[in-house]
């Protein structure tokens, strides 16, 4: 896959300068302190999602792996978190000073990340941005490492990353909106993918589910009818 490599420096350009700003705000300990760290988060975030997509399946590489243009919604979501973090910083500046609360946020950021990667670097070309609708001659099912310990590692570390963010941010209305949206995102998103996990790998796959939960509390995934019968 050819990939535009002016493409690609420009938008690491634009992360790093969204990490360095974040980085000297969240050093003053003034009243940008948390939007310093989001901009961190949200940068690092970014950026390690097509740096580990090079590193562990290069022959998916493009400049979505940086996945900023994941969709609308999402940021009109982001766009939306700014706009609550703002108004409550101007109205309400005292909100927004409860360091210690926002770097639980960094702490569920960092956690969710780590794991994301995790989830990466084990799977490595079994991993995908896109759910994979037909099964590659390469395509094996992982149950080792952070996959022994929940089915879909990678949402949850994104789940938890997500609201993370949120928390940094300060963000009551907002850390409430991104955990229901993001788990209904990401409830529709497993159901989905465990169809098409289930029909590549069959018993395998119904076996894995029996023994390894999502991840994701009140997330069962896909569990074909006849299965539940035979629980």
Same mark, same amino acid.
């Given at each position: ?10 938008? @690491?350009? #634009?992360?790093? +300068?969204? !990490? ?10 003034? &009243?940008?302190?948390? $939007? ?6 949200? @940068?690092? #975030?970014?950026? +390690?999602? !097509? ?10 590489? &493009?400049?979505?792996? $940086? ?165």
């Amino acid at each position: 896959m050819v990939i535009n490599l002016t493409s690609v420096a420009v938008r @690491s350009a #634009f992360l790093g +300068s969204v !990490f360095a700003t974040g980085l000297y705000f969240a050093i003053s300990h003034t &009243s940008y302190h948390i $939007f310093g760290l989001y901009a961190m988060a949200f @940068s690092m #975030f970014h950026f +390690s999602e !097509f740096l580990s997509v090079a590193l562990t399946n290069p022959k998916t590489l &493009s400049v979505d792996s $940086f996945i900023l243009n994941h969709s609308v919604q999402y940021w009109i979501a982001a766009i939306s978190s700014w706009v609550e973090a703002a108004i409550e910083n101007y109205f309400f500046p005292g909100m927004k000073s409860v360091f210690w609360l926002s770097h639980i946020g960094v702490v569920m950021c960092i956690v969710g990340e780590v794991l994301r990667k995790m989830a990466m670097f084990t799977a490595k070309t079994n991993f995908n941005h896109l759910v994979q609708t037909v099964k590659s001659p390469d395509h094996n099912l992982v149950t080792h490492g952070v996959y022994h310990l929940c089915r879909h590692p990678s949402y949850v570390g994104w789940f938890y990353w997500s609201v993370g963010t949120q928390i940094i941010l300060l963000n009551p209305i907002c850390v409430l909106i991104y955990t229901l949206v993001s788990w209904s995102f990401f409830r529709d998103r497993i159901f989905a993918e465990e169809m098409f996990l289930i029909s590549f790998f069959g018993t395998q796959y119904l076996d894995y589910q029996k023994r390894v939960g999502t991840g994701l509390p009140f997330i069962k995934g896909y569990i074909p009818e006849d299965a539940w019968r035979s629980h």
